[in-house]
């Protein structure tokens, strides 16, 4: 498709498992972001993949968090161990070049940790 | 403090209004985003812009660098405009996109 594809649409979980999030980003943009969206709260950056450079994590709340961008397309966002504060919308967003091109957004995961 | 707030928090309008949305930052940015966010839906961008005026349908977006400040205006207001509206800038010193709390439009007919 032509926007950012993010898979799955919706997650229930049990605490204590871990969850696989995935996105695909818009076909040539070489920069993608995931945020999250805590109910009632605003976006929250998590990580940043630009191009080939080593990603910017500064944003993951936790070592339970990882993400990994595979062949500079496909990003994965993973969490071990869920906990019931983990359970928020992950939105993912890639842009052209990065800091200064349009973002666009994913639908968005809704994570429910039970 | 925020680095990026935005004011009001929730508006209600009448149909036909005209509506403005404030958003001051306190970085140094390269650019500055509007973002519209539907109930249950997703994050569209509406404006990016670094200087000046932008103009889209009934959206306007300036922005004064100086006085690192920006308003959304939205001409003859619609119930379809009904969302919250997002400002976000682009920090000189982070890759990442920085959001203010969001703006919940209300266009009642």
């Known amino acids: 498709g032509a926007g950012v594809s993010q898979s799955p649409s919706n997650k229930v979980t049990e605490k204590g498992k871990d969850v696989e999030l995935r996105c695909d980003p818009i076909?040539?943009?070489?920069?993608l972001y995931w945020y999250r969206q805590s109910l009632g709260q605003g976006l929250e950056f998590l990580i940043y993949f630009q191009g080939n450079s080593a990603p910017d994590k500064s944003g993951l709340p936790s070592d339970r968090f990882s993400a990994e961008r595979t062949g500079g397309s496909v990003s994965t966002l993973t969490i071990q161990r869920t906990q019931q504060e983990d359970s928020a919308v992950y939105l993912c967003?890639?842009?052209?070049?990065?800091?200064?091109?349009?973002?666009?957004f994913g639908q968005g995961t809704r994570l429910t940790v039970v | 403090k925020n680095e990026v707030e935005q004011s009001p928090q929730n508006l209600t309008a009448q149909e036909g209004e005209f509506i403005t949305i404030n958003c001051s930052y306190s970085?140094?940015?390269?650019?500055l985003h509007w973002l519209q966010q539907h109930p249950g839906g997703g994050i569209v961008s509406l404006f990016m812009?670094?200087?000046g005026k932008k103009k889209h349908g009934r959206l306007i977006a300036t922005i004064n660098i100086q006085e690192k400040h920006s308003s959304l205006h939205i001409t003859a207001s619609h119930p379809r405009d009904s969302a919250v509206y997002i400002c976000a800038v682009s920090a000189r010193s982070q890759g990442n996109l920085i959001f203010g709390k969001g703006t919940k439009l209300s266009v009642k007919p």
């Open positions: 970085v140094g940015i390269s650019a």
């Open positions: 076909s040539g943009h070489t920069a």
């Open positions: 967003a890639s842009s052209l070049s990065g800091r200064n091109t349009e973002a666009f």
């Open positions: 812009l670094s200087s």
